[in-house]
T-cell receptor, first 112, second 114 residues
Framework: SQQGEEDPQALSIQEGENATMNCSYKTSINNLQWYRQNSGRGLVHLILIRSNEREKHSGRLRVTLDTSKKSSSLLITASRAADTASYFCATDGSFGNEKLTFGTGTRLTIIP | DSGVTQTPKHLITATGQRVTLRCSPRSGDLSVYWYQQSLDQGLQFLIHYYNGEERAKGNILERFSAQQFPDLHSELNLSSLELGDSALYFC?????????????FGSGTRLTVV
């Protein structure tokens, strides 16, 4: 079963615009992570945010976490064609369970 | 190259057959995780090994089994294959037993059962 649900399922924007994806999850967590997957390829870890953090930045990525709403958002600023991919949030358990549960993913398409 | 090596990249086999997927984790990583990705089920956790020991099981069928060897590479064995087993199988590795780090994924094995 999926722990996280991403919203929207698919998103198309013009190159240079910002892209925002949301993730909701069901149970308490120790941390939440975002991954990118290019078509048919392995997932690439983007950023990890701990349950006691509210916001984190990495280059053009900004992640927020609201544990009271059990939700997170990933913002990609100044999008590029190379950002076209599927993006997944992943959560562990509240005790730092040893496996990640992935959401359903958002398919992002950047239009040149 | 992520440092996690999966072989083979592609596998086509018939129903009822048995296959073995292999994973070599990134150097220094002790944890290996197996995931199945299909269009209808998304990414499903199968099993986790840490330093040779099974640590957690997810939605892994009884027809599937795995192990992690002393050199830390892992194998996922799929038997009595069915059409529905067609999917991408990913291996990921991580440094720590407790989950405070991200996973490093391999490029996957695409299994097609015909």
């Amino acid at each position: 079963s999926q722990q996280g649900e991403e919203d929207p399922q698919a998103l198309s924007i013009q190159e240079g615009e910002n892209a925002t994806m949301n993730c909701s999850y069901k149970t308490s967590i120790n941390n939440l992570q975002w991954y990118r997957q290019n078509s048919g390829r392995g997932l690439v870890h983007l950023i990890l945010i701990r349950s006691n953090e509210r916001e984190k930045h990495s280059g053009r990525l900004r992640v927020t976490l609201d544990t009271s709403k059990k939700s997170s958002s990933l913002l990609i600023t100044a999008s590029r064609a190379a950002d076209t991919a599927s993006y997944f949030c992943a959560t562990d358990g509240s005790f730092g369970n040893e496996k990640l549960t992935f959401g359903t993913g958002t398919r992002l398409t950047i239009i040149p | 190259d992520s440092g996690v090596t999966q072989t083979p990249k592609h596998l086509i086999t018939a129903t009822g057959q048995r296959v073995t997927l292999r994973c070599s984790p990134r150097s220094g990583d002790l944890s290996v995780y197996w995931y199945q990705q299909s269009l209808d089920q998304g990414l499903q956790f199968l099993i986790h090994y840490y330093n040779g020991e099974e640590r957690a099981k997810g939605n892994i069928l009884e027809r599937f089994s795995a192990q992690q060897f002393p050199d830390l590479h892992s194998e996922l064995n799929l038997s009595s294959l069915e059409l529905g087993d067609s999917a991408l199988y990913f291996c990921a590795s991580s440094l720590a037993d407790r989950l405070n780090y991200g996973y490093t994924f391999g490029s996957g094995t695409r299994l097609t059962v015909v």
